[in-house]
Structure formats: structure tokens, C-alpha cells
């Protein structure tokens, strides 16, 4: 009577047919007009059962009274309170897998073949519970058949298990309290730890679930079985059939940097599922309700460990979180866990897209508010590296310069969110300027101006102040700063002990005057040339101001 037995790769499903052991009432035939159902034998109906509001089953009271003790004490009732027993009418509102599963129930009672499946086996459970349907009335009566069924295929088939989990999402709570979601959750998490490839990950494993970059799902699919099999078949589950799996993989000792990549990938498949529009569903809209009861569970099932999930992953869920007003505690801790993380990032791990029709490509003011719950962190921590942080912005600034959506005052704000003295360099934190200024020619003067005011010369290189100097971008103001600070260089290392001017004490004796008068005509040169550019400079800003006005009148 069963089926052949399933492997986990396998395509077929186990099956049974059941049939009663004694029937006290052949039916000829089954039919159904619409909403009704008419069981046709020699003797008349007596029994009307009623599915919810308008399904009807016309049947006879012996044989449903002789497996359902349930449909036996109601008869027994009203038999009891003087009514006809004649035509009863019953109701079953509440029953589980309701007319669909009631049919099924109807022709085991009345002797006919009823086949088993993993995608009936839990209603048709469930709803013989609820029906009282045990043995003490018949030997082999249905809990006892559908019993011994659910516990083959929940041991057996990987995939009949999943099936069977997926036809519980709509008797949930007659499912939970049968143990019917425990049996094959606790099923799943045994074949999972008993299987040796989903232990084995490689090496590339956190690059093979960095998702979040470009095209998240875009996986070759047989990496993805040899790695971690199981992964795709646990994403398609609910989330709270989800949590419940995740959690006894936990127990059975799983690695957190598995479990945090499968919490990604269920993530990544269920955002793939829906759609975030310029209008984000109300607060009170069931629909937001949902997506914040998912963001909340999944932020509550990370691994706590450290390095068990990516941290651009956290900053998408902390995006998420945010768009669906989750609960502030919730918030608050994940944001300390993303900061506490930044010093070991990469500035590609900062990258997070808008959702829906935003105005820029990528989200700053979630960057901005880590960095903020950062520097709460190190305010308290001496043994903090800030300098890393700053660093690590300053690249994450190099990489959506680019962006021809980004506002300058999105730029200047991050630019601005560590003081000057942070930096021990600034050549990121110009190449980050000069890309932003490429990409934005038609920014005003004052604009280039904020945006390279954050930028001192002394920390950059040799190179870069070489660069700096012949780049036509920067404002006219910061490459006469420029200049003029590279001859005051000049002279510093002119008259600097390590210079070639002054090597030994005997040479600077000799030569101290004639080199006094060398520095002291220098000096007057270069104020002669200072003067100079500060004329030109005037006069630029005039003719730029005049321009300006001709521009108005025309």
C-alpha cells in the first residue's frame, strides 16, 4: 500500500490507499451539484452537515457515527433533548481543511478508497482529531491510518516533509498543537546535520552568499548543492515554520557562519518576492504588519558569534527595520552590532541600494547613522580605531562619488562626519573629491568650494598634492592655497637641518650669510608673487561677477 520510499533528491512523492476494515454502509456513488454533496445508496439521507456557510453534505448518520465519536455525542445530544434524529443538521465551522478535507472523510466512512499524500496527510490528521476518530470505535480507524503515515513520510522523504510543512500554513494552530510542525521540523534539522555536505562549506563561502552586491540570487546551482544542498528547500518556508527549522539546526550544533548565510539566503528570496514602490504600505495595513513581524523575527534568530553573518547584510536588514518601524530595542542593538563590526569592513560592504524610485542609488544617511552609534562606541572605548573608520568612509565615499544623483550636501555630510584631526592622510579622502567633481561639472563655485573645504594640503602626498595642483576642477581659491603652500615648502626645506644647505656645522658657518641673503631675496620673490596671484585672483572674481550680472540682465 505505500510507495515507493523517496530519497532526498528524489522527484516522486509516497503514497497510500486506505480503506476501512468493516463498513456498515456501501455508497454507490458520491456525487456533488455545486455546493452540495449527495451520497447515493439504497436507504435515504438523515444527516445534513454543514461546512461553513454554504457547503452541505447529505449523508446517513450510522456510518459517520460509527468512526466519528465526535458526530456520535452530538447525535446522542440531541436524541437526549427530544429532537428528531430523522433529518439532524449539523455544522462543522471550525474543521480543519474544511469541504475539501470532509470529503476525503466521507469516503473513508462509507468504504471507499481514499489515497494518502503528503499534501493531505496533515488536514486529513488534523481534522480526524477534531472528528474524535479513534480506534476505540474501529480498529484501524483514520487517526491511527493518517498516524502511521505522517511518521513514515516525515522520516523518509525530505521533500514530503517540506510538502507536508506547506499544507500546515493553513491549520497552523491545529498543526502546532498535534506537534505536527515540531515532527518535521526536528525531521529537517536531522537530515540537514546528518548530510556531511552541509557542514563542509568552502572557503569562498561568505562570497558565495554575498548576494547583496549587484544580483544577490544569481548563484550556479550546482555550487550550490555541493555546498549547502539544503538551502533552496528551507528558503520557500514561511518565516515562522522557518524560525522553528532554523532554531533546531542551531541545537543540533550547526556552524553560525551557516546558519547566518541560510538566514541570508531566505532573505534574499522572500525580498525577491515582493516590492518596495515610492509608497510604502501604511503602518496600519496588514500587509506592513507582516513585514515587520518578518524583519523582527529574523534580526532576533542571527547567531549571536561574531562574523557569522556579513555586515552588509545586517545593513540591509537595519534598512529594512527602518522602513517598517520596528521595535526600538530591536534597532538600537542591531545598529551597536553593525558598528562594532565596522573596523574589519570593506567599503563595498557599506554599499546599500534604495529601494523603489529613490532619488540616489545608494542609502548614506544609514552609513552616517552607524558611524554615529560608531563614535558612541569609541567615545567609550580607548582601544577603538577610529582612524580605520574614517578611512573606511572615506573609501565608501570614493565608490558613490560617481553617482550623479547623490546631492553635495549628502557628500558633504559624510565627508564631515569625523574632525580633521581623525585622518593621518588625506589622499582617499581626495580622490573621493576629485571623482564627485568629475561626475558634477555643473556645480556652482561654492559648492566645490564646501565640498573641498573638509581637504588640507599637508596631509596629502607628494603625488597627490602634484595632481592637486594641475586639477582644473578644484575651486580657483584652493589652488591658490595650493600653490602658495608648496613654495612656503619649498623654503621650509631650504633652510631645514637635513637639507643640502646645511650639512655640517662647518659649511653653515661659512656660508650662514650668503645664505641669509639667498633666503631673504627668496622671501621678497615669492611675497612679490603672492601679491601677484592675489591680484589675478581679484580680478578673476571680479570679471566672474560682472559675467554674472550680464547673465541676469540677459
Known amino acids: 500500500m505505500l510507495g515507493r520510499r523517496s530519497s532526498v533528491s528524489a522527484d516522486k512523492h509516497n503514497r497510500c490507499m486506505i480503506v476501512p476494515s468493516t463498513v456498515n454502509m456501501v455508497a454507490e456513488a458520491i456525487e456533488r451539484k455545486d455546493t452540495y454533496w449527495f451520497v447515493r445508496t439504497k436507504v435515504p439521507s438523515n444527516l445534513v452537515v454543514q461546512i461553513g456557510k454554504k457547503r452541505k453534505f447529505h449523508l446517513h448518520i450510522l456510518p459517520m457515527i460509527s468512526r466519528s465519536a465526535y458526530l456520535n455525542r452530538i447525535v446522542f445530544e440531541k436524541k437526549n433533548a427530544g429532537m428528531s434524529i430523522n433529518n439532524l443538521h449539523v455544522e462543522l465551522n471550525n474543521l480543519p481543511g474544511g469541504a475539501e478535507v470532509f470529503e476525503l472523510i466521507v469516503k473513508f466512512c462509507y468504504g471507499w478508497k481514499v489515497e494518502l499524500t503528503a499534501n493531505n496527510a496533515a488536514p486529513l490528521y488534523c481534522a480526524a482529531k477534531f472528528l474524535e476518530m479513534v480506534d476505540d470505535l474501529e480498529t484501524g480507524n483514520l487517526i491511527s491510518r493518517t498516524e502511521t503515515f505522517l511518521s513514515f513520510i516525515i522520516f523518509s522523504s525530505w521533500k514530503d516533509t517540506f510538502q507536508v510543512l506547506k499544507t500546515c500554513e493553513t491549520i497552523s494552530s491545529y498543526a502546532r498543537d498535534l506537534q505536527i510542525q515540531r515532527r518535521c521540523s526536528e525531521a529537517i534539522a536531522w537530515k540537514v546535520c546528518t548530510n556531511p ?13 554575498n548576494f547583496w552586491v549587484e544580483n544577490h540570487t544569481d548563484f550556479s546551482y550546482e555550487k550550490k548543492i555541493a555546498e549547502n544542498w539544503w538551502f533552496e528547500d528551507v528558503s520557500l518556508l514561511r518565516i515562522d515554520h522557518f524560525i522553528e527549522v532554523m532554531t533546531f539546526i542551531r541545537k543540533k550544533g550547526v556552524k553560525p557562519e551557516v546558519l547566518g548565510s541560510c538566514i541570508a539566503y531566505w532573505t534574499a528570496k522572500w525580498l525577491s518576492r515582493i516590492s518596495f514602490g515610492v509608497r510604502i504600505p501604511t503602518h496600519k495595513s496588514i500587509n506592513h504588519q507582516v513585514r515587520r513581524v518578518i524583519v523582527e523575527s529574523l534580526i532576533r534568530i542571527i547567531p549571536v558569534e561574531e562574523n557569522s553573518v556579513p555586515s552588509n547584510f545586517l545593513l540591509h536588514l537595519l534598512k529594512l527595520g527602518l522602513m517598517m518601524k520596528i521595535d526600538a530595542s530591536l ?25 523603489g524610485e529613490s532619488e540616489t542609488l545608494y542609502d548614506v544617511n544609514i552609513v552616517a547613522r552607524i558611524v554615529d552609534a560608531y563614535v558612541s562606541l569609541a567615545s567609550r572605548n580607548s582601544a577603538s580605531k577610529i582612524f580605520v573608520v574614517a ?15 547623490l546631492p553635495v550636501d549628502d557628500f558633504r555630510m559624510l565627508a564631515e562626519l569625523f574632525p580633521k584631526n581623525v585622518r593621518y592622510s588625506d589622499d582617499n579622502l581626495y580622490r573621493a573629491i576629485d571623482r564627485y567633481l568629475k561626475a558634477h561639472p555643473n556645480l556652482s563655485e561654492e559648492e566645490r568650494e564646501g565640498v573641498c573645504r573638509v581637504m588640507e594640503y599637508h596631509k596629502l602626498s ?17 589652488n591658490a592655497q595650493f600653490m602658495l603652500l608648496q613654495q612656503v615648502n619649498m623654503v621650509k626645506s631650504m633652510v631645514n637641518e637635513g637639507s643640502m644647505y646645511r650639512r655640517t656645522s662647518a659649511q653653515m658657518i661659512i656660508s650662514k650669510q650668503s645664505e641669509c641673503f639667498k633666503v631673504q631675496k627668496q622671501m621678497k620673490i615669492m611675497k612679490q608673487e603672492v601679491e601677484n596671484l592675489k591680484n589675478e585672483l581679484n580680478k578673476v572674481q571680479l570679471c566672474r561677477v560682472y559675467i554674472k550680472k550680464l547673465a541676469r540682465k540677459l
Open 462 to 478: 607628494q603625488e597627490a598634492r602634484e595632481h592637486a595642483m594641475k586639477n582644473d576642477r578644484l575651486p580657483l581659491n584652493m
Open 331 to 355: 534597532l538600537s542593538n542591531l545598529e551597536k552590532r553593525i558598528a562594532s563590526t565596522l573596523e574589519n569592513c570593506q567599503p563595498v560592504d557599506l554599499l546599500v541600494k534604495n529601494y
Open 197 to 209: 555536505t552541509a557542514i563542509s562549506l568552502g572557503d569562498d563561502e561568505s562570497q558565495c552568499f
Open 391 to 405: 578611512r573606511l568612509v572615506d573609501g565608501f565615499l570614493a565608490l558613490i562619488a560617481r553617482d550623479k544623483t
